[in-house]
């Protein structure tokens, strides 16, 4: 299966942009040729046990037979179609699972082609929404610091203002009332100053708030925060309490990721707006989606526009469809809360790393591990360490302060005593303080 012919490399440092990367100063990239289950393997032979799901979004492994089929067999029909005037089995079969798999309230869906396109298509619900009802004053977002949404400019304008360098646009990003994140844990007690707190901001604001968009219970790229259930759920009473909408944003938390199918579900709400995506196709393709509930479809349908204004070339893709109907089909079919449970146990092993001077913090929810350091790793730190990592044999891409595991549910106990092990040693071994 391996592919002989090489992977140009100078080719790649001299003319590709990889994410988040320099032109001048490249880190080096590590030149795969084939994944199978939670091993990837390199051009030089060297097999890496996955620790990332390839962000967040190969819960099922690589290269899944059953997934294969499902795309070959589309593949065979039509890769693709126009999703203007027409429409295909795959889109209707998957809709018909996510209506089913989401919230009751939530039955209609826009495919959208990636995460932060959904999230551009909830903003855009929620603005014409408003304008639909005559509601002219409603044009901000409100959301928590340290989120994340996304790289497309909407979506940018509601992440953390600093870790996404809103410094760098200002004059063209909108701006937008960000609230405190989230402070209480998890599993901890709910300071309830922070309920209290976020009224404040609903009573100062909620005239000129659309809506409020927020990751449920993990704040992932924005430092893997693991907040209190209630903050999530306070956030819904005032959103309905002052006439304010409540966008989800379950592009990482969704498919079972931390324990529950949706995250939403820890805090037992409903969102009026909810976007997937990463997991949506078990990784395979990209894809995502964006829910909503009768009262907004049927607003934004008798609105000025009369229409949802959005639709890529690429929407509702047959392909990326079949692929994500395949692996909701097999999350569904196996006993995935076992799954994230066992996966759950072993990650505890990284709390031996609390025992390290350099680290500061580890957390571990569903099938979720992070150990955050006392100090932020570093671009030549994350090569550093990054290429320990492979002499290792795992694949784990460490972040700002944070070395964090989100491994697909497939593997096994040995896989992740590896990943965890890896991870201790090499914080004890490279002396981060
Ligand atoms: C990854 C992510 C996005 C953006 O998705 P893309 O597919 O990268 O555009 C948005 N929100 C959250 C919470 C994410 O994790």
């Not at 890496?48 to 065979?76: C, F, K, T």
């Not at 990054?386 to 896989?415: C, H, K, T």
């Amino acid at each position: 299966m391996s592919n002989k012919r090489t992977i140009d490399l100078n080719f790649d440092r001299e003319h590709i942009w990889h994410p988040y990367t320099s032109m001048t100063q490249p880190i080096p990239v590590y030149p795969v040729t084939y994944a199978q289950d939670n091993v990837i393997y390199l051009e030089s032979g060297e097999a890496l046990i996955d620790g990332m799901a390839s962000w967040w979004s190969a819960i099922h492994g690589y290269n899944h037979p059953v997934i294969n089929q499902a795309m070959i067999a589309q593949i065979n029909c039509m890769s693709h179609i126009m999703f203007g005037g027409m429409t295909h089995k795959s889109a209707v079969e998957l809709c018909k699972k996510l209506v089913a798999i989401t919230p009751q309230s939530l039955n209609k869906v826009f495919l959208a082609d990636s995460g932060s396109i959904s999230v551009e298509v909830a903003i855009k619900m929620a603005m014409q929404y408003w304008l639909s009802k005559g509601v002219k004053t409603k044009q901000k977002l409100m959301t928590p610091f340290k989120g994340y949404h996304g790289d497309t400019f909407a979506a940018m304008s509601v992440c953390d203002p600093i870790n996404s360098m809103h410094s760098l646009y200002k004059g063209f990003l909108p701006e937008h009332v960000f609230v405190p994140a989230p402070v209480s844990k998890f599993s901890g007690t709910f300071a309830k100053h922070e309920a209290q707190e976020l009224e404040r901001y609903f009573i100062n604001h909620h005239h000129q708030v659309a809506a409020f968009i927020i990751e449920p219970i993990v704040q992932n790229a924005g430092g893997m925060n693991f907040y209190h259930p209630e903050y999530l759920s306070t956030v819904r009473k005032l959103c309905t309490q002052y006439n304010v909408l409540l966008i989800c944003d379950e592009i990482a938390t969704g498919f079972g990721r931390t324990g529950k199918l949706f995250a939403i579900e820890h805090a037992n709400i409903e969102p009026d707006i909810l976007c997937i995506g990463k997991a949506l196709t078990g990784g395979n393709l990209t894809l995502a989606a964006t829910l909503t509930n009768e009262k907004i479809a049927t607003g934004i349908s008798e609105g000025e526009a009369g229409v949802l204004m959005h639709g890529p070339t690429f929407m509702g893709n047959p392909l990326a469809c079949a692929a994500a109907c395949a692996s909701i089909d097999i999350l569904m079919a196996q006993n995935w809360p076992q799954q994230i449970k066992r996966i759950n146990t072993q990650l505890q092993q990284l709390n031996e790393c609390k025992k390290l001077n350099s680290v500061a913090d580890v957390r571990i929810l569903g099938a979720i591990g992070v150990v955050e350091l006392t100090k932020d790793v570093g671009d030549i730190n994350v090569a550093k360490i990054q290429a320990y990592f492979v002499e290792q044999g795992v694949w784990i891409r460490p972040f700002g302060q944070l070395i964090y595991l989100m491994p697909p549910y497939i593997s096994d106990n040995e896989s992740i005593n590896t990943l965890c092990t890896s991870i201790y040693n090499a914080i004890n071994e490279h002396h981060f303080n």
